[in-house]
C-alpha cells in the first residue's frame, strides 16, 4: 500500500487506537489489497462487498474475525480515504458467545511444570494468578510490583486504564525467585531478546502452546483462557465447581467476610455476619451515610483479607 499505509497507521494514531489495533487494521487493508491487487483508491463499494462475502463464503471465517476486517475497512474507507460513502452500509455480525475452558488445579500445576523457566512460569501465573491480560503482563515493571500492600499496578489496560488487581503470596514468592535468577536490566519486568523491548505476545502464546502439550493437558489453553479462571473479587456469580486457586481463593475470602469476625479492622463499628440483603437499603430509599461507611470498611477489609486467603 506504500504511502497510502503511512497515512492509515497515522491516522490510527491520531485516534488513539492501541498498537495491537493498529497492526491488525493494517493486516486486514493489506489482505483487502492483495485479493484484488490494485490500490484502495481503484476500488469501492462493490470490491468491499464482495472481499467480505469472500471471508465469509470461501475463507469460512469466524465473526469475530468478520468485525476485525469490516473495522478495518470502515476505517480504511471513512478515516484515512475520506469515503465513507462506500462502507457506511458494513455492519456488525453477531458473535456467539462460548463459556471458555477452565483448567483444574492439577492441570495448572502440570501447564506450569511443562514451561521449565522460572521467567515463563512468572509470566502464566500473572495470568491465572491476578487475572492480568497478557499484553498487560508483557508491560509490567519491577515498580509496579507493591508488596507492602500485595497489590500489583497495571498501567495502560484495555481501554487505556490504569487498575490495581491483586497480589497473591505464591505469585510474589515466584517473582522474587524470578528476579533473583535473572536479574532484567531495565524496568521491564520480562525483557525481550533485544535490550530495551519486553516480551512478546507472540512469545507467550508460543510458549504455553507447547508447554500444553508438553503437559497432555487436552483443553484448548491460551494466556487469555488462563485470565478467565482467575474470580475478580466483586463477582456474585460462583460456578458449583470452582476451578483454580485464585477462584477458591476468592470463594473462602468470601465466607470467612460472612463469618462474623470482629477485631480484623480496628475501625470496624459491627462484625460482618450479615448478608449482603439485611445490609442493602430499599430500592426506593437511598442508603444512609452511615451504612454506606460500614459497607466501604468492609469492601477494604475484604480486599486485605483477599491477600491473605490467597497466600494459604
Known sequence: MGKLRDKMEGDIKLRGLSVNTRKT???????????YGKPPTAMGRG??????????????????????????????????????????????????????????????????????SLKLQAVVMAA???????????????EDIDSQRMVIHVRNGKGDRDRHTVLPKRLLELLR???????????????????????????????????????KIKKRVTPHSLRH???????????????????????????????????DDPTDEEPCGSTAQDRAAPADTPAPTAQRGVAHRERAW???????????
Open 128 to 142: 491465572y494468578g491476578a487475572g492480568l491480560r497478557v499484553s498487560e503482563v508483557c508491560k509490567l515493571r519491577a
Open 47 to 116: 470490491e468491499v462487498r464482495d472481499f467480505l462475502l469472500h471471508l465469509i463464503e470461501k475463507r469460512k471465517v469466524k465473526p469475530s474475525t468478520y468485525n476485525v476486517y469490516a473495522a478495518s475497512l470502515r476505517f480504511l474507507y471513512g478515516c484515512t480515504l475520506g469515503r465513507p460513502e462506500e462502507v457506511a452500509w458494513v455492519g456488525h455480525m453477531k458473535v456467539r458467545h462460548h463459556l471458555p475452558a477452565i483448567l483444574s488445579v492439577q492441570e495448572v500445576e502440570r501447564l506450569l511444570a511443562a514451561l521449565g
Open 302 to 312: 475484604a480486599l486485605r483479607s483477599l491477600t491473605e486467603v490467597c497466600s494459604g
Open 25 to 35: 487494521y493494517l493486516i486486514c487493508a493489506a489482505a483487502f489489497v492483495k485479493h
Open 229 to 263: 479462571a482467575f474470580a475478580p473479587a466483586g463477582s456474585r456469580h460462583r460456578s458449583a465447581d470452582p476451578a483454580g486457586p485464585a477462584r477458591a481463593c476468592i470463594d473462602s475470602h468470601d465466607r470467612a467476610l460472612c463469618a462474623g469476625q470482629p477485631g
Open 177 to 215: 525467585a524470578y528476579w533473583k535468577q535473572a536479574r532484567p536490566v531495565g524496568p521491564e519486568l520480562f525483557p525481550g531478546r533485544d535490550p530495551g523491548t519486553m516480551l512478546s505476545r507472540e512469545a507467550v502464546n508460543k510458549a504455553i502452546k507447547v508447554a500444553t502439550e508438553r503437559a
